[in-house]
């Protein structure tokens, strides 16, 4: 069994068990320490995996992390264990305590479900006060498995995962921005976006007149990229883009076929990383099989057409939920278009 493959096992084990943990300790045995086993550490080896490490703060002696992992004789990384019942919210300062008087140069925060790596890129020696990698195992994604593959025994290197937390923070920050400015075009957008083609004077009133068209115009774009890289995914030569009308008459409900179930399970496992998969529900028509949020008819997520095997349509929507349709062949084909249904759910949240 590959990593990959040992990652969701675990992941699933713990959906099992969750709901009998309740305490601190149960959470360490049953789900943290196999945690770092699958990470191929020896928990069980107090030259590299220590429990109750000391991490003293000036005078007040007898601070102690949870866990210190081992290398060469100084820590490398130390770990603040909680108990599964634990938000997290709250130990942050605890944890930038103890990062601050030991060797270590990352420090995981975690509850056996949710994990939150951090590192020093602000400051020297200061942990950050945010997280460069937040990992929930109950929804792990294949760009979180590479990135907690690099915290590996075998294949942690110091160097490289320095360099990669850097890049994870600074692109989390660049995102974040682009989707301020795609909501709300700020002054400095708005001059930067039409300086090239508007010769006056970018005073306030003309940043205002054109604030909107900005806005207009991103949403556009946003929407227009989003439909190539559906077609892109799905397969240009296999796909026929259509204009559609939206149905507007009563429809009665029936009895959930196989390939319904089938699109159902399909798609909340696809959205898992989103939302919570009971949070995705459906409406069965004589038209359509309409996937939703929260039973919200106008929260609609996709409409599928499940005419016959190999020859099957969806209807995404678009930023004004005007449908757009596109066939595939097959219901695994929804897969490569999860980047794109998770956006749509995300206007929702």
């Known amino acids: 069994m590959n990593f990959d493959d040992k990652i969701k096992d675990f992941a699933n084990r713990i959906e099992s068990i969750k709901n009998t943990l309740t305490t601190e300790e149960a959470t360490k045995t049953a789900l943290?320490?196999?945690?770092?086993?699958l990470l191929d550490y020896d928990v069980f080896n107090p030259m590299e995996f220590v429990p109750e490490y000391v991490a003293d703060i000036?005078?007040?002696?007898?601070?102690?992390?949870?866990?210190?992992?081992?290398?060469n004789g100084k820590p490398i990384i130390i770990i603040e264990a909680k108990s599964i019942t634990?938000?997290?919210?709250k130990h942050d300062t605890q944890l930038m305590r103890y990062f601050s008087v030991t060797e270590a140069k990352f420090a995981i925060l975690t509850n056996g479900?949710?994990?939150?790596f951090f590192t020093?890129?602000?400051?020297?020696n200061m942990m950050d006060k945010k997280p460069f990698l937040e990992i929930n195992l109950l929804s792990i994604d294949d760009n979180e498995i590479l990135q907690l593959k690099k915290f590996a025994k075998n294949t942690f290197n110091l160097e490289a995962i320095s360099s990669t937390a850097s890049n994870l923070k600074y692109i989390d920050n660049i995102n974040s921005r682009l989707k301020e400015e795609l909501e709300n075009p700020s002054d400095e957008f708005v001059r930067f976006i039409i300086n090239d083609f508007y010769d006056g004077v970018k005073n306030k009133n003309v940043v205002d007149r054109f604030r909107p068209i900005v806005?207009?115009?991103?949403?556009?774009f946003a929407t227009d990229f989003m439909n190539e890289k559906i077609q892109i995914a799905l397969g240009e030569n296999a796909i026929t883009k259509t204009s559609v009308k939206t149905e507007n008459s009563k429809e009665t409900t029936k009895v959930l076929t196989e390939e319904e179930l089938e699109a159902l399970e399909m798609i909340r496992e696809i959205l898992s990383d989103v939302v919570n998969k009971e949070d995705i529900t459906y409406k069965s028509t004589k038209s359509y099989f309409g996937i939703n949020y929260k039973n919200n008819s106008n929260n609609w997520i996709c409409r599928l057409f499940l005419y016959r095997k190999n020859q099957m349509g969806i209807h995404i929507p678009d930023e004004n939920k005007n449908p757009i349709k596109y066939d595939f062949d097959q219901m695994e084909d929804l897969k490569d278009i999860k980047p794109v249904l998770e956006e749509i759910v995300k206007r929702y949240l």
């Open 32 to 37: 943290i320490m196999p945690f770092f086993q």
């Open 113 to 116: 479900i949710n994990y939150k």
């Open 58 to 71: 000036g005078v007040k002696k007898g601070e102690k992390v949870d866990y210190a992992i081992m290398r």
């Open 215 to 220: 806005k207009k115009a991103l949403s556009q």
């Open 86 to 89: 634990d938000k997290l919210k």
């Open 120 to 124: 020093d890129l602000e400051h020297e």
